[in-house]
């Protein structure tokens, strides 16, 4: 979600159907992507990334469906750190 607010992603199809106009739009994509790049949330997104990925890896982990290519994906693709991830459980 964050990285589809910074980057540009947005629903505009959804807010054309609920009735917003264009320029409405515009605002409400140039508030939600000020509010994402806030310096308020950077500690929030910071933490929740953390406890995301730690969960995510261990309940892999504990399902047996970690495997070493998986491992790989996980770090190359989402830079989770999963050696610390699955330390702290």
Known sequence: FLRNTLTGGFPKEAYLDM???KADIKEIRDLRKEKAQ?????????????????TLVNNL??????SESMK??????????????????
Do not use: I, P
Not at 38 to 54: C, G, P, Q, V
Not at 61 to 66: A, S
């Open 72 to 89: 790989a994906s996980l770090e190359q693709e989402l830079r989770v750190n999963v050696s610390e991830a699955l330390a702290a459980d």
């Open 19 to 21: 009735g917003f106009n």
């Open 61 to 66: 982990h504990k399902c047996g469906v970690l």
């Open 38 to 54: 806030s310096a308020d949330f950077a500690m929030f997104r910071s933490l929740f990334k953390k406890e995301m990925h730690t």
